[in-house]
T-cell receptor, first 110, second 114 residues
Framework: AQRVTQPEKLLSVFKGAPVELKCNYSYSGSPELFWYVQYSRQRLQLLLRHISRESIKGFTADLNKGETSFHLKKPFAQEEDSAMYYCALSGMDSSYKLIFGSGTRLLVRP | DAGVTQSPTHLIKTRGQQVTLRCSPISGHKSVSWYQQVLGQGPQFIFQYYEKEERGRGNFPDRFSARQFPNYSSELNVNALLLGDSALYLC?????????????FGPGTRLTVT
């Protein structure tokens, strides 16, 4: 079964603290993994994808195929990072549709 | 470019009615996907169209249908509405359909079924 699991509904940290948003996936094959973010009153937007191996706004994510995980990390959280974060995978069928997790709300307190 | 646009913004319908939601992709994008987002959940894939052909369908009943027009805009139709159809319906467009491609999301249409 194709599934993305984000175990935490809410993650609350203080400004300057490290952040790790967990994502585990289940997929028979080699999917592409993404992190999407939705800031307050804004639309859903791509934050980063594993195929690019890039760091966006200080966030990084490493694909661990052995543990089927794609955790999102940032060493020092900022208040503007407060948002809803969704992990998603794209399979290899003809549509390359996105399968989303249920999301984690990150709250960065001053 | 205004990005992906969707209309209407909000909609209230009664059980049993039919609804049509509209989406205009980013200029030049030939693919449109539809997602349903129920409160507290992540978006769930409904349909994808590319070059006016259906490329994928999610696990939704036949009451859900969609189409894409020659200008690449799209409509999502839902017949015989149920209370459980209340959700945010998101449209996403992309330039191409290939592994790792980026989808650009619209603001969504909030459908409430009473």
């Amino acid at each position: 079964a194709q599934r993305v699991t984000q175990p935490e509904k809410l993650l609350s940290v203080f400004k300057g603290a490290p952040v790790e948003l967990k994502c585990n996936y289940s997929y028979s094959g080699s999917p592409e993994l993404f992190w999407y973010v939705q800031y307050s009153r804004q639309r859903l937007q791509l934050l980063l994808r594993h195929i690019s191996r890039e760091s966006i706004k200080g966030f990084t994510a490493d694909l661990n195929k052995g543990e089927t995980s794609f955790h999102l990390k940032k060493p020092f959280a900022q208040e503007e990072d407060s948002a809803m974060y969704y992990c998603a995978l794209s399979g290899m069928d003809s549509s390359y549709k996105l399968i989303f997790g249920s999301g984690t709300r990150l709250l960065v307190r001053p | 470019d205004a990005g992906v646009t969707q209309s209407p913004t909000h909609l209230i319908k009664t059980r049993g009615q039919q609804v049509t939601l509209r989406c205009s992709p980013i200029s030049g994008h030939k693919s449109v996907s539809w997602y349903q987002q129920v409160l507290g959940q992540g978006p769930q894939f409904i349909f994808q169209y590319y070059e006016k052909e259906e490329r994928g369908r999610g696990n939704f009943p036949d009451r859900f249908s969609a189409r894409q027009f020659p200008n690449y805009s799209s409509e999502l139709n839902v017949n015989a509405l149920l209370l459980g159809d209340s959700a945010l319906y998101l449209c996403a467009s992309s330039l191409v359909v290939r592994v790792g491609y980026e989808q650009y999301f619209g603001p969504g249409t909030r459908l409430t079924v009473t």
